[in-house]
């Protein structure tokens, strides 16, 4: 059985985006510096040489996380152990591809319903900047989606390049042939006269 190895880079591609931050957002506050970044399972935050980490975003982080691991698992086994894999490849492509979208949109419909408490940082989104003054400090602060989500974007590629070039003869069924083709010429074939012979 040939290994599809554009599934296998994919799948590799994605099992390190899912360990890296997927999103960010750096605070300036009086020439002070706070960052936050958010991992499919948890948010780590830290201020100079203090860090800590938080209890993980909402249902959509959860939610991406499994669709992401499910659909990673499912293209490695079809490009690696299942000969005629190809509607496995482009369901573990097609898990993928909605585990990547919902992350984002989760996180961006999670900054919809922040309370009023919040209403300075109005602006916030996936990307997102801004600058504002509060008490006397000067606050600043940047958002943007990071390594892990783009990194797992590329493996999404991946995994439907390697769906759409998926060696056709693995996965053609055979076609019955005619009894003539199968077992050659019949036995009652007429043939032609050759000049000189009866």
Known sequence: M????????????????????????DVNVGGTHVGATAYLYQV???SGSYSFNVVSLGWYASA????????????LIASLFVANGRLILLVGA????VGLIVFPAGLQASFSSLPSIYGSFGGIGLFSSGS??????SISYS??????FWLFAAAVFFMFLAWARYPEEEFREE?????????GPSLYERRPVRRGYP
């Open 2 to 25: 040939k290994k599809n190895i554009l599934g296998v880079v994919g799948c590799i591609l994605g099992f390190l985006g899912l360990a890296l931050p997927w999103w960010t957002m």
């Open 44 to 46: 780590a935050t830290s």
């Open 64 to 75: 991406s996380l499994v669709l992401l691991l499910v659909g990673s698992i499912l293209v």
């Open 94 to 97: 097609l898990l993928a591809l």
């Open 132 to 137: 504002m003054s509060v008490l006397g400090y």
């Open 143 to 148: 958002t943007y989606l990071t390594f892990g």
């Open 175 to 183: 076609e019955p042939q005619e009894p003539s083709q199968a077992y």
